[in-house]
């Protein structure tokens, strides 16, 4: 059976969409902050279709399928490792790691701990802090200590279930940037651009009943693997260098949020 007919690669079959744009990376304040954090051209987001019901207890079949389909062998993107540019995927994924990611929070007030534990000032500028290292991090201020020195009495203000939210992951994944990261004095642009990346991404709905607005997104960090070892998201492991696919079952999308820490676009 080939592997894109129904029935092959656990019955799923998947579409690009390249109509599919996410302005929260195109939006030119966003293009700036990006290219300031050092991850402008090196992160990337892509939309594909899938034509079966998705079934979460089923994360490994849903993710392998994916990445054996050779309508993403031929479109999901990805920075070479030995020429820096964008290429296709383009080889057999023989194995995936997918971890699931809770995706729960609907609200940025998720970050106000910040300013009530003397982290960020009432004005919204970050704490500074004396210098120190978290490998390979440097920490120059109380919000990377939050974020990275497990040693720090401010480490306990989110939880290991509030660090596991997609939310934070986003927002730290932008706080810690690429290799030539220059860091915000102040707060908002890293909650608005942590904001609009995660409204892009994540679909919600009203539940008919209550009214209430829930996520019906489903969210794994990926890993695939082919005959050598890890070739996807990279061969090089890197905290900042990351895949998340984002599932909405009943669009039946699926949206990739790729990033490749290295050196990004200065000018």
């Known amino acids: 059976m080939a592997a894109g007919e129904p029935g092959a690669s656990g019955g799923y079959c998947f579409r690009f969409l390249p109509q599919r744009t ?14 300031q954090w050092s991850m402008l051209g090196r992160i990337k987001a892509q939309a594909f279709g899938f034509d079966q019901t998705f079934r979460a207890y089923r994360k490994e079949e849903f993710v392998l399928a ?12 990805l920075l070479s490792d030995s020429s820096g540019q964008w290429m ?48 390979p991090f440097p920490i120059s201020d109380e919000l990377r ?23 934070f992951c986003l927002f730290k994944h932008l706080c810690l940037g690429g ?3 220059q860091y ?4 908002g642009p890293y ?12 679909s ?8 209430k607005i829930q996520i019906t997104s489903s969210v794994f960090k990926v890993t695939a693997y082919d005959s050598t070892g890890v070739c996807y998201p990279s061969t090089r492991s890197h905290e900042q260098t990351f895949s998340y696919l984002i599932v909405d079952p009943i669009k039946r999308h699926v949206n990739v949020l790729y990033h490749c820490f290295g050196v990004g676009e200065m000018s």
């Open 22 to 35: 996410f302005a929260s990376l195109s939006a030119p304040e966003t293009t700036g902050r990006l290219r």
């Open 66 to 77: 994916f990445f054996k389909d050779p309508n993403v062998i031929a479109n999901l993107e």
């Open 179 to 181: 290799s030539l990261c």
């Open 204 to 211: 919600v709905r009203k539940h008919p009943q209550t009214k």
């Open 88 to 135: 296709t995927l383009g080889t057999e994924v023989k194995n995936v790691e997918a971890t699931g990611v809770p995706c729960t929070q609907l609200s940025m007030s998720f970050f106000n701990r910040l300013y009530d534990e003397n982290i960020v000032r009432d004005t919204g500028h970050i704490i500074k802090c004396l210098d120190s290292f978290c490998d």
């Open 191 to 202: 909650l608005e651009t942590a904001k609009l990346l995660y409204k892009d991404l994540v």
């Open 145 to 167: 200590k939050v974020l990275l020195d497990e040693d720090s009495e401010k480490y306990e203000v989110f939880s290991k279930p509030d660090r596991d939210e997609f939310l």
């Open 184 to 187: 915000e004095d102040v707060l």
